[in-house]
């Protein structure tokens, strides 16, 4: 809301430092995406500082901290985040936290003498963004960027290439992706999918493969409106292609999943527009799946801001 310019109330500032004054180890797990990290990133951003260093330290010592490889649930997400607050913060124990747990990620690696690099959480393999090797091969690029460790970003680019071998040619010049290397139904999305490998293609400057893969974002129907998880995805890495190539095309294409969104999922309400949750049984006001996330990316199609938590503070002088 903050970020599309919306005033926030009083009695919801209170609320969320009520909150996070009362977070504690025990209460969430460490994660970006549903754990500490990505609180104490939110916080920050809300100039909630002091709170937000320490969920921080909360999320660096957490005992299930090194138990996920992947962005939005382990190491990689929280490496991340630790990048973020060195940035902001200049304070080197963030660093050394991201650097160490970059080192573990790598050291945890296995190799497929064809494909690349993988990890393996549960005795499962996934692919994509969220839970597959593009969100670690996001952060290990990162952790490169900042601290010249070249080894950081060929082991992400391993990674990456990973991935992309398992996409999948669904009609003529349309590839996509599974969310595990054997899954059987492929997605364009950003949390598992198509949209999530686009843009780590575009922070590792391999612009030409994340354009061949644009046909899949294409979509007008779609199983939610959600931004992890539906059409606003689309959006949000078709906007990232038009930034990185300076190509308007693209913010044309993007017309179309936005066209779904307007005609399929926007519900009138006495109190404003809405949309329904993945499950699609509810109405549900979050950023990964709800209305919140759907505002912010209609918001970056008109504005053409910068991504949300892909650190692109670090290749802006990239984008054209």
Same mark, same amino acid.
């Given at each position: 809301?903050?970020?599309?310019?919306?005033?926030?109330?009083?009695?919801?500032w209170?609320?969320?430092?009520?909150?996070?004054?009362?977070?504690?180890?025990?209460?969430?797990?460490?994660?970006?995406?549903t754990?500490?990290?990505?609180?104490?990133?939110?916080?920050?951003?809300?100039?909630?500082q002091?709170a937000?260093?320490?969920?921080?330290?909360?999320?660096?010592?957490?005992p299930l901290?090194?138990n996920?490889?992947?962005?939005?649930?382990?190491?990689?997400?929280?490496?991340?985040?630790?990048?973020?607050?060195?940035?902001?913060?200049?304070k /080197?124990?963030?660093?050394?936290?991201?650097?160490?747990?970059?080192n573990?990620?790598?050291?945890?690696?296995?190799?497929?003498?064809?494909?690349?690099?993988?990890?393996?959480?549960d005795?499962?393999?996934?692919?994509g963004?969220?839970?597959g090797?593009?969100?670690v091969?996001?952060?290990l690029l990162?952790?490169s960027?900042?601290?010249?460790?070249?080894?950081?970003?060929?082991?992400g680019q391993?990674?990456?290439?990973?991935?992309?071998?398992?996409?999948?040619?669904?009609?003529?010049?349309?590839?996509?992706?599974?969310?595990?290397?054997?899954?059987?139904t492929?997605?364009?999305y950003?949390?598992?999918?198509?949209?999530?490998?686009?843009?780590?293609?575009?922070?590792?400057?391999m612009?030409?493969e994340?354009?061949r893969?644009?046909?899949?974002?294409?979509?007008k129907y779609?199983?939610?409106?959600?931004?992890l998880?539906?059409?606003?995805?689309?959006?949000?890495?078709?906007?990232d292609?038009?930034?990185?190539?300076?190509?308007d095309?693209?913010?044309?294409?993007?017309?179309?999943?936005l066209? /779904?969104?307007?005609?399929?999922?926007?519900?009138?309400?006495?109190?404003?527009?809405?949309?329904p949750?993945d499950s699609?049984?509810?109405?549900?006001?979050?950023? /990964?799946?709800g209305?919140?996330?759907?505002?912010?990316v209609?918001?970056?199609?008109?504005m053409k801001?910068e991504?949300?938590?892909?650190l692109?503070?670090?290749?802006?002088?990239?984008?054209?």
């Amino acid at each position: 809301m903050r970020k599309c310019g919306c005033e926030i109330s009083e009695k919801a500032w209170q609320y969320l430092d009520a909150k996070l004054s009362a977070v504690g180890i025990s209460d969430y797990p460490p994660g970006l995406l549903t754990g500490i990290a990505g609180i104490a990133w939110g916080a920050w951003q809300l100039e909630r500082q002091e709170a937000a260093e320490e969920l921080m330290q909360f999320a660096n010592t957490h005992p299930l901290l090194k138990n996920n490889h992947s962005l939005y649930y382990g190491m990689a997400g929280v490496g991340l985040a630790n990048l973020y607050f060195w940035l902001k913060t200049g304070k /080197g124990y963030f660093l050394d936290w991201a650097v160490d747990l970059g080192n573990e990620l790598m050291q945890r690696a296995r190799q497929d003498d064809e494909k690349g690099l993988f990890w393996e959480n549960d005795g499962m393999v996934r692919v994509g963004l969220g839970y597959g090797q593009s969100g670690v091969a996001l952060f290990l690029l990162r952790l490169s960027q900042i601290t010249g460790n070249h080894r950081a970003r060929d082991v992400g680019q391993q990674a990456l290439n990973y991935d992309l071998c398992w996409g999948r040619e669904v009609e003529k010049g349309v590839v996509s992706y599974p969310n595990t290397p054997s899954g059987s139904t492929l997605e364009p999305y950003l949390e598992e999918g198509t949209a999530g490998i686009v843009k780590v293609l575009l922070r590792y400057g391999m612009v030409g493969e994340a354009e061949r893969l644009s046909s899949d974002l294409c979509r007008k129907y779609s199983i939610s409106a959600s931004y992890l998880f539906g059409l606003a995805g689309l959006v949000d890495a078709l906007v990232d292609l038009h930034l990185f190539t300076g190509d308007d095309k693209y913010m044309r294409l993007a017309k179309r999943p936005l066209a /779904g969104i307007t005609d399929l999922y926007l519900l009138e309400t006495k109190n404003g527009l809405a949309t329904p949750g993945d499950s699609g049984l509810a109405i549900a006001c979050d950023f /990964g799946t709800g209305v919140a996330g759907v505002m912010r990316v209609l918001h970056r199609y008109l504005m053409k801001d910068e991504s949300d938590f892909m650190l692109d503070e670090l290749n802006l002088g990239r984008m054209k």
